[in-house]
């Protein structure tokens, strides 16, 4: 039972443009919302986090949008870089105990 | 210094061994998790630890026995190994009542 979905597995931009992710939840419990990135062979790591009480987060060239209502959120890198080329998951949690994570969607940003 | 490591990052046993994963962390967070990335790329919970004390339990068999002697490690022991235990074996750690996890680098695990 996958209540956490992103539905693109892969997504390619051009360097300088926006990266837009997205990700689709069922579960109305949940209560905050988590992006990681993941390089290979390493673990996630912490990128942006939402509460169901926001609706935009911003952190420098990162933002996590929050439509409740849709039950969808998304992330918004700009300008991308190189660099940001990863794995992107999306998480979210109704406990503060576990984490609930999407399958994942590649970003490859091209020069 | 590495925040929440795990050892070994690689390993490789026949069906039916015993093997162990250890983890630990510096953080001094009170929560520990086990996650396992399967073959579909499908990060899952296992278990949940706070304070050395279980909390989350998912549906995993119970040849996998996690042991905490301490709120800094989370040990994760396997049983009577199967091919189908092959897949990524993710330690994490967060603060009581916090949202973050940080993960380990993972542990790759092949069962032949």
């Known amino acids: 039972d996958q209540q956490v979905k992103q539905n693109s597995p892969s997504l390619s931009v051009q360097e300088g443009r926006i990266s837009i992710l997205n990700c689709d939840y069922t579960?109305?419990?949940?209560?905050?919302f988590l992006w990681y990135k993941k390089y290979p062979a390493e673990g996630p790591t912490f990128l942006i986090s939402i509460s169901s009480i926001k609706d935009k987060n911003e952190d420098g060239r990162f933002t996590v949008f929050l439509n409740k209502s849709a039950k969808h959120l998304s992330l918004h890198i700009v300008p991308s870089q190189p660099g940001d080329s990863a794995v992107y998951f999306c998480a979210a949690s109704n406990s503060g105990y576990a984490l609930n994570f999407g399958k994942g969607t590649s970003l490859l940003v091209t020069p | 210094d590495t925040a929440v490591s795990q050892t070994p990052k690689y390993l490789v046993t026949q069906m039916g061994n015993d093997k162990s994963i250890k983890c630990e962390q510096n953080l001094g967070h009170d929560t520990m998790y086990w996650y396992k990335q399967d073959s579909k790329k499908f990060l899952k919970i296992m278990f949940s630890y706070n304070n050395k004390e279980l909390i989350i339990n998912e549906t995993v068999p119970n040849r996998f026995s996690p042991k905490s002697p301490d709120k800094a490690h989370l040990n994760l022991h396997i049983n009577s190994l199967e091919l189908g235990d092959s897949a990524v074996y993710f330690c994490a750690s967060s603060p009581s009542g916090g949202f973050e996890a940080f993960f380990g680098q993972g542990t790759r695990l092949t069962v032949v």
């Open positions: 579960n109305s419990m949940f209560d905050y």
